[in-house]
């Protein structure tokens, strides 16, 4: 399992790690407040890139890699087991974690 977290502005999902977590997609208006909050969470964080993935040279050279992750939201497994009537509402904080990332 994994965890959801948003700030209003921006969202990620996340494993996780005995380190710090594993960030599998990250989206938003402005992401930088939701990234330094994790940070603060967890210590390290680390961007997975899809399997199979080559990255370039010169991303190679720098450590900056561009990721996407896309899939279609099911909000009925989002909202599963959570009391939640909707994603806003669920992305209001008022549920704590939201431990899944099976909801593609």
């Known amino acids: 399992g994994g965890f959801a977290y948003s700030d209003g502005k921006a969202y990620a999902l ?3 790690t ?3 977590a594993n960030v599998y997609e990250l989206v938003g208006t402005d992401t930088a407040g939701l990234l330094s909050s994790l940070a ?6 680390t961007f997975r890139l899809p399997r199979d ?3 370039s040279l010169p991303a190679m ?6 990721f996407s992750m896309i899939c279609p939201l099911n909000e009925d497994i989002l909202l ?3 009391g939640a009537q909707s994603a806003e509402e669920l992305a ?3 549920y704590g974690r939201v431990c899944t990332l099976e909801f593609c």
């Open 53 to 55: 993935t080559i990255p």
């Open 80 to 82: 599963k087991n959570t």
């Open 18 to 20: 005995d380190g710090g």
């Open 61 to 66: 050279r720098t450590g900056e890699i561009m």
């Open 40 to 45: 603060e969470e967890f210590g390290a964080l």
């Open 14 to 16: 996340l494993n996780e």
């Open 92 to 94: 209001g904080g008022g």
